[in-house]
C-alpha cells in the first residue's frame, strides 16, 4: 500500500500530474509500487495490483535485489568480502568517485531496470515516478536503470520510457492518503 498511495500522490500533485498513467515505484529497505490510472489508484481484482516485491528478477526477488540492503549486497560482491556501509556510504562514496563503488550503483541499476522494464512490458505506464529513500541516489544509477528498462522493450516502448524522481518526498504519502480518503468520501 505505501507504494499505491505514493503513486497516487505523485500522480496527482507530484511528478506524475498531468499523465494519464503513472507507476510508482519505492526504493528504501524495500520495493514498493502502485498504479494510478487516469486519476484513480488501480488495485485489481483483489487489491494486489503493484504488489510485485516478491516477483522473480536477476536471481533473487525485486525486494532483495532492489533493497537499500542490496545496494550493500551489491558493493560487497565488488569489493569482494563485506564491509559494513549503509547504501547512504556507498552513495558517499560513489560521489567522491570510488570505482568499486560507482560499479555497485550501476548493477542496482540495471536490477531496478529489469523490474521497470519488466513492469512497463506489461503496463506500458506514461511514466515511472521513483521515490523512497535510496532515490535519492537516482543519479548514480539512472543511466544503467534506464539502459537496461530499455533493452526489454519493444522499440516504440523503449523510446519513450519516461523515469523521473518523485518530487514530493515524504509528504507523497500524506497527500496520497488524503487523495484516498477524499475520493471515499465523496463516492460513498
Known sequence: PDGSILALGEALQG????????VAVTLGTG???????????YSGLTGNAG???ECPVA???????LSGAGVQRFYERVRNGPTALTARDIGD????????ALAAWRYYGAAVGSALGTIAAV?????????????ARLP???????????SLLAPAAAARLLVVPAR?????????????????????
Not at 562514496?93 to 568499486?100: F, H, Y
Not at 518526498?169 to 465523496?186: D, F, H, K, N, V
Open 59 to 65: 536471481g533473487g526477488t525485486f525486494d532483495s535485489m
Open 123 to 135: 503496463l506500458d505506464p506514461s511514466v515511472f515516478v521513483v521515490g523512497g529513500s535510496v532515490s
Open 15 to 22: 511528478a506524475g500530474k498531468g499523465h494519464p498513467s503513472v
Open 93 to 100: 562514496l560513489a560521489e567522491s568517485g570510488d570505482a568499486d
Open 168 to 188: 514530493l518526498g515524504p509528504a507523497a504519502g500524506l497527500i496520497g492518503a488524503a487523495e484516498y480518503a477524499w475520493y471515499r468520501l465523496r463516492n460513498q
Open 140 to 150: 548514480l544509477f539512472r543511466d544503467s536503470l534506464e539502459a537496461k528498462a530499455r
Open 31 to 41: 520495493f514498493g509500487c502502485g498504479i494510478v490510472l487516469d486519476g484513480r489508484m
Open 51 to 53: 504488489e510485485v516485491a
